[in-house]
């Protein structure tokens, strides 16, 4: 779905498609039929944007062979589904059984994670349809604290200068830029808006910026009003937004509470809990079932926990969504007299690991899930005086 800003910036809307389990070519048109196609009609849309994830084996198969890639963009187009934008965090298996740390490697420091990127620049460039200024990827934000070092950061920023010159030469091939935004998140390098300002200041930021996920931002009790001013006055741009909404427990000592967080404790992905110290620092786990054991943490202050949940239906109580956030954060960046941004990617690839009374019934209730998200989005970006536009 595309959307008019009062500037003339035309917004981008789509969801990501990391939620669906996707290996290959196959998989990814097989999941256009079974789940993309259907969301755009549920919606009414003549157009549903996609933000596509594809495992390194699919990237690099589609970069080699530039046929495959035009087959792709007319699957695409065929079904009224469009792609401005990459998930290029996961590099593959995101699907596996556990997950956890193994979603930051390779990092940054690695040829790997160059390789992948430059794929995945390079396929998008010719799936970008008609209209579309130019396309983003979003990226891990340089790898996991614990596996860096001054020598990471040195062969990272190796990779990077090489890839800059690879982004600026594919501009000048077909025309339209292709932007990698690194991605903060709680535990990583660059965890929040100081951090993305002190390791990627300097950074061509007509080739690099920031994927300001709104979820991540949220777990670090972060404002997206604050956050966003750090990155302009860095000269960092914010190359798409993941709409995406955490848990949030207002008192985690309340033996209540504390089961219903149990129940959303699960073996796949990581799930970083925060809390504001008596200090007003922040203090954390890696994991919510850490955070969950007697004493990991005071539980004195609210507990906010890295766990995408649907944007439109907040979570049974006593927990609750970080969806005020969400709404600061697209306000910010819409509501003035230029937009900040113009890829959203709805963000919500926890479905299926949400506690069982709270998944959805099959591929047709995740399909019904994933059009009423679009439609919070869609809602909210009309709310804030943006027109959507057909074509």
């Known amino acids: 779905m595309r959307f008019r800003h009062a500037d003339g910036t035309t917004v981008h809307l789509s969801y990501g498609t990391n939620v669906h389990d996707a290996d290959d070519l196959g998989d990814i048109v097989a999941l256009l039929d079974r789940y993309a196609a259907p969301v755009r009609e549920r919606l009414g849309a003549d157009r549903l944007g996609l933000g596509l994830w594809l495992p390194e084996p699919a990237a690099t198969a589609l970069a080699r062979d530039p046929s495959e890639a035009d087959r792709l963009r007319v699957e695409l187009t065929a079904r009224g589904l469009e792609v401005v934008t990459l998930n290029g965090f996961p590099y593959r298996h995101f699907h596996a059984p556990v997950v956890k740390r193994d979603v930051y490697l390779p990092d940054w420091s690695h040829p790997a994670r160059l390789d992948y990127t430059r794929d995945l620049a390079t396929v998008l460039s010719r799936l970008l349809p008609e209209g579309a200024v130019r396309g983003s990827v979003s990226t891990l934000p340089l790898g996991w604290r614990a596996f860096w070092s001054p020598a990471h950061r040195e062969r990272a920023l190796a990779h990077l200068d090489e890839l800059g010159r690879d982004l600026t030469a594919l501009a000048r091939r077909h025309g339209r830029a292709v932007r990698v935004g690194f991605e903060p998140e709680p535990g990583c390098v660059v965890e929040g808006a100081d951090e993305a300002v002190t390791h990627l200041s300097g950074l061509d930021a007509e080739a690099f910026g920031v994927c300001f996920d709104t979820c991540h931002l949220a777990v670090a009790f972060e404002e997206p009003a604050d956050a966003l001013d750090a990155w302009s006055g860095a000269g960092l741009p914010v190359v798409k937004v993941q709409a995406s909404c ?72 006593p927990l609750r969504s970080t969806r005020p956030v969400l709404e600061s954060a697209l306000s910010a960046l819409f509501v ?56």
């Open 246 to 317: 955490a848990l949030h427990a207002d008192d985690p000592s309340d033996p209540a509470t504390a089961a219903a967080l149990a129940s959303f404790a699960e073996p796949r992905f990581l799930h970083q809990t925060r809390e504001v110290a008596a200090d007003g620092g922040r203090i954390g786990c890696d994991d919510l079932d850490e955070a969950l054991r007697p004493g990991a943490l005071p539980g004195r202050g609210p507990w906010r926990v890295h766990f995408h949940v649907p944007l439109h239906a907040s979570p049974a109580p």
């Open 336 to 391: 003035g007299e230029r937009a900040l941004t113009d890829h959203v990617e709805v963000e919500t690839y926890t479905w299926s690991v949400l506690p069982p009374e709270q998944r959805p019934d099959g591929p047709d209730g995740l399909v019904a899930g994933i059009a009423a998200e679009l439609d919070w989005a869609r809602r909210r970006l009309t709310d804030l005086g943006l027109k959507e536009v057909s074509g």
